[in-house]
Each structure stands twice: as C-alpha cells, then as structure tokens.
C-alpha cells in the first residue's frame, strides 16, 4: 500500500443537504480524529449524542443502501460518505450528523470526495492496519446470478457486470484501481439511479422520499429523464464506488481485486464479512492444540471450553475456537427441548482464551495462575445452539505489570454473538 501510517483529516469539513430516502435535511461534519478511533457516526441531533461505529458489527440494513444502528440509534444510506473516505484511505474520522441519513447532495460521491481533499489528510504516528487474503473468498447474494469474491492482490481493484433489463442500461462492466486520484476522477461523479415506475412504491415503504431528478438518475419507459449521464456507463460506475463505501466497512485497509457479478450491499456486506472470517482464522490451523491449552490452564472437563489456537500476536491479540456440541454437559439441563448455551459459559470460554495470551507474557508458567478482578460491558447478541463454533478474538487494551485489561468478542458465522471487557491479574498458584 502507498500509505504505511493511518491517517485522519486536517481540519472539520460539512455538508449539508436532503437524505434520499428520509427526506429530511441534515448536516454531516467530518471531523479529524485519533489513531485507533476508526470511523464514527455520531447523531448529535439525539439525546447523548450517540455514536455509531462504522463496521460490519453494527450494519442492521442493506436495502437500497446501508444502515449502521446501535441501541435506538441509526444512520442510513452511509455508502457515498464511506466510499470517499475509504478511497482517500483516512482511517481515523468522526462524522457528526443532525439526521438519520447523510445528505444525498448530488447523488454521487463527488461532493465528499471534494470536501476530504479541501480539509486534505493528516499521517498519523499508528501503523494503517491492512488486510490481505491468504486465499480467495466467495459469496452468493441472492441467487446464483449474482455473486461477490475477492483475492489477493496488490492494492485494491474493484470490477463489476451489472445486467438491467431496461435499454438504456443492458450488461455493463466496469474494472478500475482504487487511488484518491482514480476515484475522484472515473467513480467519484457517478450518481445513483432508480425507475420512475418504482417511485410510488418505494415511497409508500419509507424510501426515496428526498429523491429527484437533481439527485438521482431517473429512468422512464422512453429512457432517462435527466439532461444527460456523465459517462456511458455511469450506472456501473455507481456500484463500483457503492462496492467500494460498503467494503470500508471492514474498518481497515483491503489490498485485494474484488469482482462481482451483479452487485448488492446484502453480498457486498457478505463479503466483507467472509474476509473478516478469513483474516480472524487464518487458514485455521491450530498453532495451539487442546493438549498444549492444558499445559497453561489449570481447567479440565468439563470447564476447559477452549478447543484450539489459531491465531495469536504476543502481548496484544489471540484467537481461539470453541466447538459447541449437543454432548456438552450443560445442554441437559439448560433450556432442555431448547439447548442454548449459558451466557456465562460464553464470557468463561472467552476469559480463558484472554488467560492463555496473558500467561504467554509471564516466566515461570507452571508456578502462575490468571484470575479475572472484573467484567465491564458484557452484551449477549445471539444465542449459541449445538453444532456452532464460536470464534473469540481477544486484544489487550491495557497491560501494566501483573495486571491486564482486554476487550473480547465472540462470533458464530462472523455473526456477533458477545462481547466484554475483561480485566484480569497473574498471580501465584
């Protein structure tokens, strides 16, 4: 990758606008930030002002455009506003926002685009985090006629075939390399599109009520309704630069050729979640086995719930794998007709996956035990039945002498299923 260091921008920029489908007017200021912070939505037109992560955890819509949310709290149609702040590859950004949805402005990405390069880009001290596969993944969307993959690659390219059945579209492809200076150039003024004859239908579902022909790209029977498109094939241009925003969702830099064929943000978030699985578990070869797991934890049946290692950074990120069948002990009388796993069962696997990256930081291991002070939080998100494998990614947030401090998250089908902080301190056996 060109750029080594993360990087946020140089001073607040806004705008201001109509959402697409709301209707409503609001106002998006992005905001420079810390390294580490990621990208934040922050509704300052809410009690508390909330914000809202912009990762794959919190994506709770893909249609007609992607919605972030968390608790009561949502932000839709956040792709234009992503693609240009993943093009430009800023990493760090707080968007503060009056609405539920960024301004449309123009329909295309052109306006954000421009506002990053006025407020312009600061390189920060932290490393940029950067994912590459080992492999290539695939997704269907849908049907079968519409798919997404990705694999290794230097840099980022995005290609798309798009098929619409209405003449003045037909089959079209698109392949473009994704630098600030190619997406402000080739994506970045591509609007979106949309059919009259859906109109009245979308806006009786909620949607496309702030749509217009100064806003959107319009077509009718007799073609579109706008003066004109801003190139040929602008309508696949879109979805590149759609693919490219939903694809920021990661919170990390991709270096990868992406195709699809017939693209949607349902497979574009599909996908980025398959990569995020990929770069959680590696190729899933346990570099750490259950026999190994007993030399540094003192548990044993049936309280020793960590199966395999799979992937580990010393002093700072472990994952490790739990395999969840109808034989564990506690199905026969937790829920029984029903078996679902204990909570705290879940946060217990975790804690001891956070026990064996803490115990890998100390000398004597045999002579020292972890036992975890505190629990700060704890979220349940989707119950954990047999037949699941639950991954667990533990980081360290903190470590000071014999005491550490982690943040840990369990996932089932790269589906979020807890989470909590946990602190935990090494003492004498």
């Not at 697409?20 to 609001?26: K, T």
């Not at 950004?93 to 421009?114: H, K, M, N, V």
């Not at 290609?159 to 579209?169: C, E, K, R, T, W």
């Not at 064929?261 to 590696?282: F, T």
């Amino acid at each position: 990758m060109e750029f080594a260091k993360q990087r946020t921008l140089g001073a607040p920029t806004t705008l201001d606008g109509t959402g697409v489908h709301s209707g409503e007017a609001s106002k998006l200021t992005l905001n420079p930030a810390g390294a580490g912070t990621g990208i934040l939505f922050r509704r300052v037109d809410l009690y508390g002002s909330p914000s809202i992560p912009a990762d794959l955890d919190h994506v709770v819509g893909t249609d007609l455009g992607t919605s972030l949310g968390l608790g009561e709290a949502r932000v839709h149609t956040v792709e234009h506003v992503m693609a240009a702040l993943t093009a430009h590859r800023i990493d760090n950004c707080i968007l503060d926002l009056t609405g539920p949805e960024p301004p449309i402005r123009d329909g295309s990405f052109a306006d954000y685009g421009a506002a990053i390069c006025e407020a312009g880009a600061v390189e920060q001290d932290e490393p940029a985090s950067v994912i590459t596969l080992s492999r290539p993944v695939q997704v269907e969307a849908g049907n079968r006629e519409s798919y997404v993959a990705a694999a290794a690659a230097d840099g980022l390219t995005v290609s798309a075939s798009i098929d619409f059945a209405h003449p003045a579209i037909g089959r079209q492809f698109g392949s473009f390399e994704v630098t600030p200076t190619t997406f402000d150039r080739e994506l970045a003024p591509a609007r979106t599109f949309g059919f009259r004859e859906e109109a009245e239908a979308l806006i009786a579902r909620g949607l496309a009520r702030g749509a217009s022909l100064e806003n959107t790209i319009v077509l009718d029977q007799d073609g579109v309704m706008n003066e004109g498109l801003r190139f040929p094939d602008e309508y696949v241009r879109h979805k590149i630069g759609d693919m490219i925003g939903d694809l920021g969702l990661l919170g990390a830099r991709l270096s990868s050729r992406v195709v699809a064929e017939r693209p949607s943000h349902a497979g574009n978030v599909e996908l980025a979640r398959a990569i995020r699985a990929q770069v959680r578990m590696g190729d899933g070869t346990p570099i750490v086995d259950a026999s190994k797991i007993m030399e540094y934890l003192p548990h044993r049946y049936p309280m020793l719930l960590v199966d395999r290692i799979t992937a580990f950074e010393s002093g700072k990120r472990i994952v490790g794998i739990k395999n969840v069948t109808i034989n564990e002990p506690f199905f026969q009388g937790h829920y029984p007709g029903h078996p679902v796993m204990p909570g705290v069962l879940i946060i217990e696997a975790m804690a001891q996956v956070g026990g064996l990256l803490l115990m890998d930081a100390v000398e004597n291991q045999e002579e020292k035990v972890v036992y975890f002070m505190t629990l700060d939080k704890v979220k349940w998100r989707r119950p954990v039945t047999p037949g699941d494998q639950i991954v667990f990614e533990v980081e360290v947030l903190q470590f000071r002498r014999h005491v550490a401090k982690f943040l840990g998250k369990g996932y089932v089908d790269d589906k979020l299923v807890a989470e909590a902080e946990l602190m935990a301190r090494i003492v004498d056996r």
